[in-house]
């Protein structure tokens, strides 16, 4: 089983949105069964779970303590991905669950203060030794700020060229336990999704190669 693990310090920052889509994208690509797993006290990815009538995704409640024992039995059932959501906080708890991590995602809007709250996630994530990737969220089309932060973000680390853009279907989707998927499966907000997940498989694929020839 893979881990993905949805780190920020920011609050805002998309974290939540991006674990329910990019779970929903994965199975969606053929990798299933997967878990979304939400270590967040505000319980915002359980709450979207508990409004959910699609099968697709499980939910495994977990406290932080019990959760490399949780992903290993997880692990055990046969479970292709964990998508774990996480506070927007900067704590030896966040540190131990992004240790667990195949792969991070930091999700990022393109603004100044966001920007500027970048250094402290990409400090714990690298202070772990785990891989990390930036996703673009909350673009706005055609802005120069958002090339702006594309280039920002690149100075610390490799950015997704699968941008999530602003658009009030990921919002209205998340109320009652959808994902743009299912809302509009040929919109251009899920396009993104699929091109998102696209650059996410072939990570987790590099460093699963990468692994086994080391």
């Not at 780190?7 to 994965?26: R, Y």
């Not at 950015?159 to 009030?168: E, F």
């Amino acid at each position: 089983m893979q881990t993905i693990v949805l780190a920020s310090q920011k609050g805002g920052a998309g974290k939540t949105t991006l674990a329910a889509h990019l779970a929903v994208a994965a199975e969606e690509a053929g990798m299933k069964p997967a878990v979304l797993i939400d270590t967040d006290p505000q319980g915002s990815l359980a709450a979207w779970w508990n409004a959910r009538e699609a099968q697709a995704s499980a939910l495994a409640p977990c406290p932080i303590a019990e959760l490399r024992t949780k992903l290993a039995a997880l692990d055990k059932a046969g479970y292709d991905l964990a998508v774990i959501d996480t506070p927007p906080a900067i704590t030896d708890a966040i540190r131990s669950v992004v240790a667990l991590a195949d792969l991070v995602m930091i999700p990022a809007r393109p603004s100044p203060h966001d920007l500027r709250a970048i250094g402290s996630t990409v400090a714990l994530v690298t202070g772990v030794g785990r891989p990390f990737v930036f996703a673009l969220m909350q673009a706005k089309a055609n802005a120069r700020l958002t090339v702006q932060a594309v280039a920002a973000l690149s100075e610390h680390g490799t950015v997704s060229g699968a941008i999530i853009h602003d658009r009030v279907d990921f919002a209205s989707s998340m109320i009652d336990g959808r994902t743009v998927l299912e809302v509009d499966p040929k919109g251009r907000s899920a396009t993104e999704v699929r091109d998102l997940w696209a650059f996410v498989q072939t990570r987790l694929a590099n460093r699963t190669k990468a692994r086994r020839k080391a």
